[in-house]
T-cell receptor, first 110, second 115 residues
Framework: GENVEQHPSTLSVQEGDSAVIKCTYSDSASNYFPWYKQELGKRPQLIIDIRSNVGEKKDQRIAVTLNKTAKHFSLHITETQPEDSAVYFCAATGGFKTIFGAGTRLFVKA | KAGVTQTPRYLIKTRGQQVTLSCSPISGHRSVSWYQQTPGQGLQFLFEYFSETQRNKGNFPGRFSGRQFSNSRSEMNVSTLELGDSALYLC??????????????FGPGTRLTVL
């Protein structure tokens, strides 16, 4: 069945460093790739998304890249801050179905 | 606009019982998706509804069912509860899930505990 693999499961960085989270999807019908941030006890919040006809998108310190041929997409956070600490989920959507990765727990040390 | 709301927020049931959870989407949103979130399995897709029709479903047993009303509000039902059904159940709404191009906005979830 459809699957989204997400790596790493845990990531610890120093404040100011960059963080990169990578995902791989299996369903060729996927054409929309959102990223969500979930803080403890809260609902997932969309932070950035990318559609299949775009290779890269940036929003301030956050960027996402997509390689449809390889079925890879990645989240890049630059100049990390302690408030970036949370669990990040990638997802792949297609055919009225969204499959999430297992999540990456990001720790940003001050 | 008010966000996605879910009721109840917390629920405790015993094995064998059934439960109904409710989700009210953002006004104007016509698609509602349901997810089960557990520490071990992450966010698992349950089903998606649009205009009262289920357009896709995940790999869950038939004990899990849902429906959508004409006002886009949605309910999900779990019958014959098992311990493993303990989880946070999240719903998300989007304006219109065409071929997966619309942002989903999540509700706060219903935390179900099965004893």
């Amino acid at each position: 069945g459809e699957n989204v693999e997400q790596h790493p499961s845990t990531l610890s960085v120093q404040e100011g460093d960059s963080a990169v989270i990578k995902c791989t999807y299996s369903d060729s019908a996927s054409n929309y790739f959102p990223w969500y941030k979930q803080e403890l006890g809260k609902r997932p919040q969309l932070i950035i998304d990318i559609r299949s006809n775009v290779g890269e998108k940036k929003d301030q310190r956050i960027a996402v890249t997509l390689n449809k041929t390889a079925k890879h997409f990645s989240l890049h956070i630059t100049e990390t801050q302690p408030e970036d600490s949370a669990v990040y989920f990638c997802a792949a959507t297609g055919g009225f179905k969204t499959i999430f990765g297992a999540g990456t727990r990001l720790f940003v040390k001050a | 606009k008010a966000g996605v709301t879910q009721t109840p927020r917390y629920l405790i049931k015993t094995r064998g019982q059934q439960v109904t959870l409710s989700c009210s989407p953002i006004s104007g949103h016509r698609s509602v998706s349901w997810y089960q979130q557990t520490p071990g399995q992450g966010l698992q897709f349950l089903f998606e509804y649009f205009s009262e029709t289920q357009r896709n479903k995940g790999n869950f047993p038939g004990r899990f069912s849902g429906r959508q009303f004409s006002n886009s509000r949605s309910e999900m039902n779990v019958s014959t509860l098992e311990l493993g059904d303990s989880a946070l159940y999240l719903c998300a709404s989007s304006l219109e899930a065409g071929v997966g191009t619309d942002t989903q906005y999540f509700g706060p979830g219903t935390r179900l505990t099965v004893l």
